[in-house]
């Protein structure tokens, strides 16, 4: 998959958001830090490249990434929004979701706690 998206963690009923710019080629995520209501002319605006994105709260990507709670139940609750930025079919979505599983390490057959933290410690900090 050669695409770009966006992974946000964001509390509810707040604009503002922690966002990380994946772009799958270049093997690169970088961390947004600007607020959600920044200017465009801030700086440049990576997330206008995303083919898509994926967003939900710090609780509910903390339960996810320590297997408390399933991506995709996560999905179908509304805990985690998944948002198409361009114009992809229901197939691309499905692939777009497992590849986000297996890059974080939360797939059934690759339950392995170890990773998860890894994860939720990079996310949260030490």
Known sequence: MAEKFTVAVRQRRCADSIRWHVDL??????RDNRSMGASPDDAED?????????????????EVL???LNLSVALRLGELRYCDLGD???????A???MLAALLGVTSWENDPGTASAVVRAITGP
Do not use: M
């Open 46 to 62: 990576d997330s206008q490249d995303a083919d898509w994105s994926i967003v939900g709260t710090a609780r509910a990507w903390q």
């Open 66 to 68: 320590t297997s408390q």
């Open 96 to 98: 777009r979701v497992a």
């Open 88 to 94: 992809s079919d229901p197939f691309a979505s499905e």
């Open 25 to 30: 080629v270049a093997r690169k995520a970088a």
